[in-house]
């Protein structure tokens, strides 16, 4: 089986799984909380402030948006350390749900 496919596989498995259904329904919950907070707060557009939610969470940063407000600047050095840690579980619990799938693959 090739990489792609293996994957693929492992990731439609994954979605499968209780824990990775409820992490990343917790990490969609933070993003539109957030999104919603600083459509809010800050007067920023939906697209523009989910787009921020993704990438603070994810810490890409691109640095093309940045909150003005106190509130604003509060709220997000709070999300960045508790999103930071959920972000990380979530990528390693589908990771781990993907690895898994092939280490059972691999025993048949």
Same mark, same amino acid.
């Given at each position: 089986m090739n990489s $792609? +496919?293996?994957?693929t596989r492992g990731i439609g498995v994954a979605l499968k799984d209780g824990r990775? #259904?409820?992490? $990343?329904a917790f +990490? %969609?919950? /933070? =993003?539109f909380w957030a999104s919603a907070?600083?459509?809010y707060v800050e007067g920023w557009s939906w697209l523009d402030s989910a787009y921020f939610s993704v990438v603070t969470i994810s810490t890409v940063g691109f640095?093309?948006?940045s909150p003005e407000t106190?509130?604003? #600047? =509060?709220?997000? /050095?709070?999300? =960045?350390? %508790?999103? $930071?840690? %959920?972000? %990380? +579980?979530?990528?390693? +619990?589908v990771a781990d749900a993907i690895l898994s799938q092939s280490d059972d693959d691999s025993g048949k």
């Open positions: $792609l +496919t293996r994957i990775v #259904k409820s992490i $990343l +990490t %969609v919950g /933070m =993003i907070f600083y459509h640095g093309d948006f106190a509130a604003g #600047k =509060i709220f997000t /050095m709070i999300y =960045i350390i %508790v999103g $930071l840690g %959920v972000f %990380v +579980t979530a990528a390693t +619990t």
